[in-house]
Every structure is written in structure tokens, then in C-alpha cells.
């Protein structure tokens, strides 16, 4: 690399995926989450106190139930199934059982709340689970495996927060690293990168480029990344100084 010369590349990074996740504010969603469960867990208490009443009343079956809001497990499954929800009767036969999706008991059966099902709707228009997201996550991030992915929720360089039982990432989320991942480098892809190209440069110098703002770049999660086309000007720029003039 050419020494006593500096290259300064002037650009501002204006990216809407990267502004949405760096604008991502979890507490906020924490809090619109807590007034959402607080309204349905009063929802859900009418529903099964007026159920319950209805069936010591005239030991109603599932049809009669069903118009109070209730469902039956198979029926629920159905209907979730009917919505675009993929998930295995068993896994969602587990879930009832670890209670991450409320039932009642009616008489000598189980039956779920239609607000619980629409919630559960809802949730999965708006989250991944952490396997779904790293499914996404690494077609385009193909070094990464699923334990590296966990740490990184773990370390909160990838938002997460908990609801219910649970650990969700906002689809948001996933949306914007995807987009990293297609369209940046990480410090060390830009540097294995501009050796490719054939421009020899070590990392300790590069980070202080970085330091210096001398190349473009953001910093998601306590990382840095590097627009592609940017590195791909810098290795044209650093070729074109070391030729002899």
C-alpha cells in the first residue's frame, strides 16, 4: 500500500434499512407489547367466565362454546394452520403445555380463547422465533452457524426481546441485517476483500482509517460495516497510486 498518500473517501451513508434498524427501539415495543397482553388478559377472563357459565348451564359441546370464543385444541390448530402459521401439531400441542398459549378447561376438555389465536397471529406477523430468523439470516450470511447466532442475540448485537416464554426477534430486525450482510462488508471481509483485490493493507492501519472516518462506514450492535462498492473505490483508488506514474 502506497505510503505518504491519503485516500479519503467522501460519502454519506444514507440507507433506510440501516436507519430502521438503529431507530429499532425495544422498550418501546416492550411497552406497546405490555398494554397489548394487559388488554387481552382481561379479554380472555370474560371470554372463559361467560364459557364456563354457558356450559354448567346446558353442558354445551364444542359448536356452543365456539360462538362464546372458545376452540377446541384441534380446532385451534386448524385455524392457525388455515392462517399460514407452519407448525407441527405436536409443537403446538407442547406450547399449550408449557402454557405459552393460554387454555381453559370446559367440563372434561381444553379450549383456547379466539383473542389468543389472533394474538399468536399477530406475534408471528411482526417476529421470528430465533431458529426462523437465523434460517433467514444466514442465506445470506452463510459462515455464520446457529450456535455464533445465538451469541450474537445473546450479546444483543441482534435485538431480541422475550414475550411470553419466548425470545423473538422483530422481523424489522432481520429484515436490515440481511440487508447488511448482502450489501456490507464486516471489518474483516473488507480487509480479506481489499487482499483479494490485491491491495496489501493490515488490519490495525484499516481500523484507523475507520477511526478517522477516512472511509465511509456504520456501526451496528458495537460492529463495523463497510458499503461493498465502497472498498471496491478504495481498492480501485489504491491500485491506480501504486503504479508507477
Not at 444514507?14 to 431507530?23: A, G, Q, V
Not at 379479554?43 to 372458545?70: F, H, N, P
Request: glycine share 6%; proline share 3%.
Amino acid at each position: 500500500m502506497p505510503r505518504g498518500r491519503r485516500i479519503v473517501i467522501n460519502r454519506k451513508i444514507n440507507d433506510e434499512k440501516i436507519d430502521r434498524l438503529t431507530s429499532l427501539d425495544l422498550n418501546d415495543i416492550r411497552k406497546r407489547r405490555g398494554a397489548v397482553e394487559r388488554g387481552l388478559s382481561s379479554s380472555i377472563s370474560s371470554v372463559m367466565e361467560a364459557a364456563q357459565r354457558t356450559y354448567e348451564r346446558s353442558r354445551t359441546g364444542d359448536s356452543e362454546l365456539k360462538r362464546t370464543g372458545l376452540l377446541s385444541i384441534q380446532d385451534s390448530y386448524e385455524y392457525l394452520r388455515t392462517k399460514g402459521m407452519d407448525i407441527s401439531f405436536r409443537a403446538f400441542g407442547g406450547r399449550i403445555e408449557r402454557r405459552s398459549i393460554p387454555s381453559v378447561k370446559v367440563g372434561k376438555k381444553r379450549y383456547i380463547p379466539m383473542q389468543s389465536l389472533e394474538d399468536i397471529l399477530a406475534v408471528g406477523k411482526e417476529f421470528y422465533s430465533i431458529r426462523e430468523a437465523y434460517e433467514l439470516y444466514k442465506k445470506y450470511n452463510r459462515m455464520i452457524n446457529y450456535r455464533a447466532f445465538i451469541g450474537r442475540v445473546e450479546k444483543s448485537s441482534i435485538p431480541s426481546l422475550k414475550i411470553g416464554t419466548k425470545r423473538l426477534i422483530p422481523r424489522d430486525a432481520i429484515d436490515s441485517l440481511s440487508h447488511i450482510a448482502r450489501k456490507y462488508y464486516s471489518v474483516s471481509e473488507a480487509i480479506k476483500e481489499l487482499h483479494v483485490k490485491g491491495v496489501e493493507i493490515k488490519r490495525n492501519a484499516f481500523e484507523r482509517r475507520l477511526d478517522r472516518n477516512r472511509i465511509p462506514h456504520v456501526k451496528i450492535g458495537g460492529r463495523r460495516f463497510i458499503p461493498r462498492d465502497v472498498i471496491d473505490e478504495l481498492a480501485d483508488k489504491e491500485i491506480a497510486l501504486s503504479k508507477p506514474k
